[in-house]
C-alpha cells in the first residue's frame, strides 16, 4: 500500500522537533510527519523537566531560546486554550567551597538575565525552607525561570499541522529509506512516503535514519537522563525548581511531590530509556545533604535520552551531500525552550528563505561545523 506520496517535506519523528518544525512548514508546504510509536512525544519530549530557562547551557542555546520567547509568551491566536508558560523561578545553590563557581555563573548569565541576582542563605531558606543550613555556603535567585506545558505545546504544533493540511502518520516506523530520482521514498512494512524533502528529527535515532539513508553519521550520543518523584512537603508545591552549582542535583514541585534528578548524563544506545537503580539513589543521596527532609519512598521514576553534540549546540541544515535530507538533531536537555525559535529558524533554512536569526548563529548549529 502506498500511503500518500504527494507530500513536499517528510519528517521523521513527532517529538517536540519534528512537530515544531512541521508547524511551521505546512503554512506553505504539503507535510507528513512519521512517528515510529502509537503516539506523538512518547520518548524524550515526553519525559522533560518542562522547563523554560534562558541563562542554560551556553550562548547559542540561550539566543535560540529567546528567539522563541514571544511564542511560548504571546502565542498565536487559538494555539493554546491555556497559558504555555507559567512562572517558576529557580534557585541556584552552592556548598562549601562553591562559591567561587556560583561567581562564575553569576558572572556568564547576568550580563543576558538581569533579573538573576545573588541573594543571602537566609533568602535562600526563606524559599525552601528545607535548606540544610550546614550545606548551603551561597544562592542566587532568577525570578524569570518558567515551566512549559509541554502538552499544550505539542497539542499546539498538531492542531496547527492538521489545520494547515498537514498529517501526522503514528505506528510508522521507517525502516528503510530510499533515495530515487529527486525523491526520498521511506517505508514501514508495506506502507511508503515519499517526498522530495526529509527531515531527519528522530531525537536519539538521528544517526540510525541517516545509516538507512546512507548519510555519514554525525558526532551525536544520546545520554540518560534520570528522574523520581517523592513526596515533599504539602507547602512546596510554590517552590522554584532548585539546582546545585556542581550539576549533581536539580529538584522542582511536581505532583503528586518534588521531581528530584541527579543530573545525570550516562551514554546510551537509542532505546526506550528507564531510570536505573543506581541513578535515582545517587539523587537521593544528595538531595539528603542539600536539604533536610526524610524521602522514605519514591513514587514514581523515569528516564529520558538527551542526545547532544560535542559542543553542546544543535545541528541543524541540510547534509552536505544536498541531496534533500534535512538534520534537526541534537537538542540535549534544551529541546522544548527552543522548539519554537530553533523550528521557525529551521524552516526558513529548509525554505532557503534568509533566517531571521543572524548568519553567526547559523553558522554556529550548522552540519558543515563537523
Ligand atoms: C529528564 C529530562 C529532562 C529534560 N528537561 C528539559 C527541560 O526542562 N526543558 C527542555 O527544553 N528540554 C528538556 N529536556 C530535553 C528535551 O526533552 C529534548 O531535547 C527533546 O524532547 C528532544 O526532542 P526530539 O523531538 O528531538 O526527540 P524525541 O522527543 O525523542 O522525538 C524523536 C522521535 O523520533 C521517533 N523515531 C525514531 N526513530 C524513528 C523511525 N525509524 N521512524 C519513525 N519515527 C522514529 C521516536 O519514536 C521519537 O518519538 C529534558 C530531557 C530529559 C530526558
Known amino acids: 500500500m502506498t500511503q500518500g506520496t504527494d507530500y513536499d517535506i517528510a519528517i521523521i519523528g513527532a517529538g517536540a522537533a519534528g512537530l515544531s518544525v512541521a508547524y511551521f512548514l505546512s503554512e506553505d508546504a504539503r507535510v507528513v510527519v512519521l512517528e515510529a510509536e502509537s503516539q ?23 539566543h535560540l531560546t529567546q528567539s522563541g520567547k514571544n511564542f511560548f509568551f504571546a502565542p498565536p491566536a487559538e494555539f493554546s486554550d491555556t497559558p504555555l508558560v507559567t512562572q517558576a523561578g529557580g534557585l541556584t545553590v552552592s556548598g562549601p567551597a562553591e562559591a567561587p563557581k556560583l561567581e562564575r555563573y553569576l558572572n556568564t548569565w547576568q550580563p543576558h538575565c538581569p533579573e538573576l541576582q545573588p541573594i543571602s542563605v537566609t533568602q535562600a531558606r526563606d524559599i525552601i525552607p528545607i535548606l540544610r543550613t550546614t550545606w548551603l555556603s551561597a544562592a542566587a535567585y532568577d525570578p524569570s525561570w518558567h ?31 530510499e533515495r530515487a530520482g529527486k525523491h526520498w521514498h521511506m517505508r514501514c512494512a508495506d506502507r511508503q512516503v515519499s ?45 522554584p525548581l532548585l539546582h546545585t552549582i556542581s550539576e549533581n542535583l536539580y529538584f522542582k514541585p511536581e505532583s503528586p511531590g518534588l521531581m528530584v534528578c541527579p543530573q545525570d548524563e550516562t551514554p546510551s544506545p537509542a ?12 539523587a537521593l543521596d544528595t538531595f539528603a545533604q542539600v536539604a533536610d527532609f526524610d524521602v522514605k519512598t519514591v513514587t514514581h521514576s523515569w528516564a529520558g535520552l538527551r542526545t547532544f553534540t560535542p559542543d553542546r549546540f544543535p545541528v541543524v541544515g541540510f547534509d552536505k551531500q544536498n541531496n534533500g535530507f534535512f538534520w534537526l538533531a541534537g537538542q ?22 534568509s533566517p531571521q536569526d543572524e548568519v553567526n548563529i547559523v553558522q554556529q ?5 563537523f
Open 147 to 177: 515551566n512549559i506545558d509541554v502538552h499544550a505545546l505539542l497539542q499546539g504544533y498538531q492542531r496547527g499541522i492538521r489545520q494547515n493540511g498537514g498529517e501526522v502518520i503514528t505506528d510508522f516506523r521507517t525502516d528503510n529509506i
Open 195 to 239: 517526498a522530495p524533502i526529509l527531515i531527519n528529527a528522530a531525537g536519539a535515532w538521528a544517526n540510525h535514519i541517516a545509516e538507512l539513508a546512507r548519510i555519514d553519521t554525525l558526532p551525536l550520543t544520546p545520554l540518560r537522563r534520570t528522574a523520581a518523584i517523592v513526596p515533599a512537603p504539602a507547602n512546596c508545591r510554590d517552590w
Open 271 to 282: 532505546m526506550d530509556a528507564y531510570a536505573h537503580e543506581i541513578d535515582i539513589a545517587q
Open 40 to 62: 506523538p512525544a512518547y520518548h524524550s519530549s515526553g519525559r522533560s523537566a518542562a522547563m523554560y530557562i534562558e541563562g542554560y547551557e551556553n550562548q547559542v542555546v540561550r
Open 365 to 369: 548549529i550548522s552540519v558543515n561545523r
Open 332 to 353: 540535549g536537555g534544551f529541546g522544548i525552550q527552543t522548539s519554537p525559535g530553533l523550528a521557525r529558524l529551521a524552516a526558513d533554512l529548509v525554505k532557503h528563505e
